[in-house]
Each structure stands twice: as C-alpha cells, then as structure tokens.
C-alpha cells in the first residue's frame, strides 16, 4: 500500500513541481502553494477516473448492455465532452473560482462567532482510532446531504429547470452522471463543500469521498443488465435502481422520477420513503418535449439553452414573455 | 519478524497513546492525526487522531507538555514532553495555526491564518488579552528577548508586523517582501531573520523599526528557521527549491545546501544535535539529515501533508531549571 501511495504522491510531486509551482511563484501567488498541490491531485484522479470508465465499466456496457445499439447512441457524444470538463477540472476550476469568496466568506463568519466544527470522534472516541469506519461515517453524512440536495432539485421548478439538463438524456450511459449545467453543479458544489465544514469533513477524507462517490455514480448511470443483488442493491446504489430514477414518466407512473434519489446508499430512500425496488425496463428521458430537445443541441447550446430556461423559472417577467 | 513486533508495538501504543522515550511526533495536517515515530527504528509505530488540521506545536514555559494546535477546531491538545501521554485539551484557542509562548513564559500568542488574526493571552490560564484583526494571512511569530514585542508575518500582504505584547498596540507594520513566512529573533536580539516563500532568500530586519539591512540569497520558496543550537548557525528550508540551507548567521552566508525533495517545511533537531528531521510536505515523509555531513540518511512514510515536528525529551528536567524551549518559529531560549 505505501508503494502505491509513493508512486501516486511522487507523480503529483513531478507534476506540481514541473508545471504548477513555477506559475505559482512566477505570479506571486505562493498563498495558493498548498490548494495548487491539491489541485493537482483533483486533475490526476479526475484522469483515474476517466480510465476506469472507459476501460472497466464500458466493459460491462460493452458485454451486458440493457439498451441495444441504436440510432441514439449519438446522444452520448455530448456526455463524454461534460464527463472530460469536469474530471479533468475545467468545470470544478470554474466553480472554484466563483465559490471561493461566498464559501470562505462564509466561513469566517461562522468561525468569527467562535462556532468549530462538532468532531464526531469526540462523540464516538472509537473512530478516531479507526480510519475506515471515520470515513464511512462522514461518506454517509455527505451522501445524506446529497440526498437531499438531489430531491430539492426535483422539487423547486427554478432547480428542475437546471437539472432537467442531466435527466434529458434519452441514452442513459456511464458518461451521464457528469451532465449537468454548470450553474446546477455550482449550487451543488457550493452547498456540500458547506456542508462538509460544518460537519468537519478531513480535507483528505473529502477528496475521496468524492472520487468514491462519483465512480459509484457514473456506475450508476450505466447501461448494463447487472444487479448487485437483493442485499447489495440496499446497501450500494447500482444501475437499475438508479435508472428507475430516470425513468421516462407515463399516465400510469406520472411522478416515477420522485424516486430512488440516493447517490451512493440506498438506505435514504428506504428511510424516507422514496425507494422503488423493481425489475421493469423503463425507457428514459423526460415527457417535456422543451427539455427533450436538449439532446438536439451540443455542450455549449445546452449550457446557454438550460440558462436561458432557468431564467425564466426564476423571474416572473421572463415567464410572462414566454406565455405571450 | 520484525513487521510483527512493529505491530505489536504499535497496537500497545496506540491504545495507550504513550510514546517510546525516543519518539518524533509528526503533524499531518490534511489529517486528523500525528505520526509517532521511533527514531531508532525508524518506523512509524503509532498514529493518533487529533482535532482537525494540526500545522504547528510548541513547548509549553515549564517545559512539561508540547501543545499541538488544532486549527479547525479551535484547541489545543497537550501531551507530555517525555511520553507522549495525552494531558489535556485547551479549548477557545480560534485558529491556532502558529503559535508561540513569549521568553519569560507570561505570554501566550496565535497566529490565526485563516482568520486573520493575531490573538495575545495571558500563558497562565489562557486568557485573552487581546485580539488583533489584521489583513493578510499572519503567518508565523517570533518574540524579543525582553519579551516586549511580538513579531508577526503577514504572508499575503507582504508585510512583517510588530506588536506590543503588553498593549496589544501595532508599533509597526513595513513591507517585508513577497510572502514572508518564518521568522526568527536572532540571540544578540538586534537582528530579525525573515524568509520571503515568494523569492528566493530572506531579509535581514532591524526589530526596532522593521528597517531591511540586509539580504541572503538560498533558495526559491525560502520558509523556515530552525536553530542548529550554537547560537549562530541556523537551517532554513527553501520549498520550492526542494532544498535546506544552513546558514552561518554570523558571516550572513549560507554554508551548505542539502537537496530535500517535496516541499520541505518544518524542522526539529535530535538531542543529541547530529541528525535534522525535517517534513516533506508533498511526499508525505519526514526525512533525516545527517547534519555533520549534510546528507539525507533516511525518508520515513508518514500521513499526508506532514508539517510540524517535534522530538520528545525523555531526558527533559522539567521543572528543574530552564531547557529549550522550541516552536516551529525556530525560537529559542
């Protein structure tokens, strides 16, 4: 184990000190000397990532796909171009640099009233000697908030005006998890990353918690006929239980996307109500034909077409001018 | 065998978090933890939760405990200079990411670097006597002999800043050069030693009006002082530069170079003065120098972003007369 940790930290090493280090002290900016090595990491596991989507897991969609090849797979060309931005950092660059000021400003704030965040350990003593069962537990408390992150986004219509990007796709895949509107990831980003100090999430536990957690969502959104069980599919979000989530809704299953919104456990499902359990194919997609028309349109088109429809979702004025 | 007996060692300690007599702590500041390591060994054989974001530690005046800040959660956390055994946890200390007791052990001060405020208490009891706001993340401190006047770098606004310890008053605040960070009072207390990590070398400062006499060339991303013991030679690492300088204070010259690859950062001496240890940030490694040759001997696997460093005194005499006491300032007395 700690010839792989040497091997990765000296990879980032040569990297940072190759590439980053130079800008950072060129410019003057050495108070970033520290967040620019993290940075590195994030880019480099980001690239781990994108390996192991494209080899492992479109090895199962490859051999045991649920949808056949069709005139749709066309669809999924646009998914990989957001799945490239995001886990090679250009999206999370972005966002980084929006959010720094409102997060840090934040920050201060809260800490300037003396608050520091509760350590669980100090609660539970025996995880502070137990790293793994540390880092499960703020993996689920994260995984929570996600949770009800994910069923606000569903319940506000100015929210759904965003996230009705990701839930467009009609060709379901592993590339579909990072398809969503950058503002959509912004609000996203912005209110875990809050979260996580609230609560007091490690730095380190939080870079893992998520690559973990967005391979268990890229695995998720997959299109292979695979099950983890009747155990493991309570325990680990997988693919149908997830697809069901993104179920094309019909007369009969008006509001099936209200649903299976777990990101990695299923638990909060079960816990509140919102778990489906079944083995129907279900097409995917959504019934607007506004929102469908979205897989018509490239990156850049989607980004600018989504704004524009959460504009109007927004404001009162612009949605008078759309009636008219 | 060995990794057996490594084990078990480690397991007694861990329950017990009591130290061996020649143990190194290490920080790992983007962990909840500290490292304990044998220097015989060389091997980590232990690692313990602590707070959230530990970066510096410091002696206390009796020389009893070395306290660890815990930045994110506000506290201290107190082990005992000999074992290791936890003491006590100081609660209400906002942001302690450097930190340093005044010479005569009355005062007590913090840099909070992430809240950009310089905290001064009263080491007995500690009870604050004053906060100072002040823009441009303070970095690292040092204090003068009389224990009158704290000095305090601002690493984002350049600057290097003075305050009465008394008072709680600026005396004054210059522009030092780019991203100062450590800071170390000279023993003839006339000079100030102060690393820029934005150039390439540190500034020689008069303490009395933060007046720059003089300059030394040693290495990008100059950061950090540490003692060599005489008096007038002290090391420095350079982070950039991947480097440690030692410097003969007397002639303003650097003396040798040692290549120390991954951001080297914080340093601590054995006692019995041959070897420096000194932490790799990138690497997640403390690496030993051998100090009479200048040569990495050893590079010990640690947790990540490893910062302060501090070697346990099980021959320390506490309350029988003055020792070292040591902060990650380079401060000594």
């Known amino acids: 184990m700690r010839d792989l940790i040497d091997i990765w930290v000296g990879a980032q090493t040569w990297i940072f000190e190759a590439l980053v280090s130079p800008l950072l002290f060129r410019f003057g900016l050495m108070a970033w000397y520290e967040p620019g090595f993290n940075a590195v990491e994030y880019v480099m596991l980001g690239a781990i990532q994108i390996l192991v989507i494209a080899v492992g897991m479109r090895f199962f969609e490859r051999r045991w ?11 999924i060309g646009v998914d990989r171009v957001y799945t490239l931005l995001n886990k090679l950092g250009v999206v999370p660059l972005a966002i980084f ?145 997830h697809r069901l989530h993104h179920a094309l809704s019909t007369p009969q ?72 | 065998m060995k990794k057996l007996a490594i084990a078990t060692i480690a397991l007694v300690f861990a329950t017990t978090g009591i130290a061996q007599a020649d143990s190194v702590l290490v920080l790992n500041s983007d962990e909840a933890s500290y490292s304990v390591i044998s220097r015989s060994s060389r091997t980590e054989i232990a690692r313990h939760p602590v707070g959230r974001e530990p970066h510096h530690l410091i002696v206390t005046p009796d020389g ?19 074992t290791g055994e936890r003491r006590r946890v100081v609660k209400d200390i906002i942001d302690p990411y450097h930190l340093g007791f005044s010479p005569d ?74 991203a100062p960070a450590g800071v170390v009072m000279l023993p003839d207390d006339k000079r100030l030693l102060v690393a820029l990590t934005g150039e390439d070398g540190i500034v020689v400062v008069d303490p009395k009006n933060g007046a720059i006499q003089g300059n030394l060339q040693t290495g990008k991303g100059a950061h950090n002082f540490w003692p060599k013991g005489d008096g007038r030679h002290y090391f420095l690492s350079n982070r950039v530069e991947g480097t440690v300088s030692l410097l003969d204070t007397d002639q303003m010259k650097v003396v040798s170079n040692v290549r120390i690859p991954g951001g080297p950062d914080c340093m601590d ?65």
């Open chain 1, 253 to 324: 299953e008006r509001h099936i996307q209200d649903h299976n919104f777990a990101p990695v456990f299923p638990i909060w499902d079960i816990l509140f109500g919102t778990a489906i359990y079944d083995e129907r194919n279900r097409p995917t997609g959504v019934d607007d034909p506004t929102v469908d028309a979205d897989n018509d349109r490239g990156w850049l088109a989607q980004q600018a077409t989504v704004f524009w429809r959460f504009a109007r979702a927004m404001i009162p004025k612009f949605r008078r001018a759309t009636a008219l």
């Open chain 1, 65 to 75: 796909p649920l949808e056949k090849p069709g005139r749709d797979d066309r669809l």
């Open chain 2, 269 to 333: 001496i054995t006692l019995d003065g041959k070897e420096l240890w000194v932490t790799q940030r990138f690497l997640r490694r403390v690496a030993v120098v051998d100090i009479e040759q200048m040569k990495v001997v050893a590079s010990i696997p640690v947790g990540k972003s490893p910062h302060g460093v501090f070697m346990l005194r099980p021959g320390s005499t506490a309350g029988q007369g003055p020792i070292r006491a040591v902060s990650t300032s380079g401060e000594t007395r």
């Open chain 2, 105 to 178: 052990g009355k005062w007590f001060v913090t840099a909070a670097y992430r809240l950009d405020h310089v905290d001064i208490f009263h080491a007995d009891g500690f009870r604050l006597a004053g906060r100072i706001f002040i823009d441009g993340l303070p970095s690292h401190l040092a204090f003068d002999k009389d224990s009158k006047t704290v000095f305090v770098t601002l690493q984002q606004s350049g600057r290097l800043a003075a305050f009465d310890l008394k008072t709680q008053a600026l005396k004054w605040s210059v522009p030092i050069g780019t």
């Open chain 2, 64 to 82: 009893k405990e070395v306290l660890i800040g815990s930045t994110v959660t506000n506290e201290l956390l107190g082990l005992d200079i000999k």
């Open chain 1, 97 to 241: 640099i929006v959010t720094y000021p409102v997060v840090t400003h934040i920050e201060l704030l809260i800490r300037a009233w003396g608050y520091a965040p509760p350590s669980l350990e100090r609660l539970l003593p025996w995880l502070g000697d137990n790293a793994l069962a540390s880092f499960l537990v703020y993996f689920a408390l994260y995984d929570f908030a996600a949770y009800w992150l994910h069923r606000a986004q569903h319940a506000f219509p100015w929210w759904w005006a965003l996230h009705s990007l990701h839930h467009s796709q009609r060709r379901m895949t592993v590339w579909t998890d990072d398809r969503n509107h950058v503002v959509d990831d912004l609000l996203i980003t912005l209110a875990l990353v809050l979260f996580a100090q609230v609560v007091g999430v490690q730095p380190g536990d939080y870079v893992v918690i998520l690559m973990v957690g967005r391979l268990v969502e890229s695995w998720s959104h997959a299109n292979v006929d695979v099950s983890f069980g009747r155990l493991g599919s309570r325990l680990l979000v997988g693919p149908r239980f």
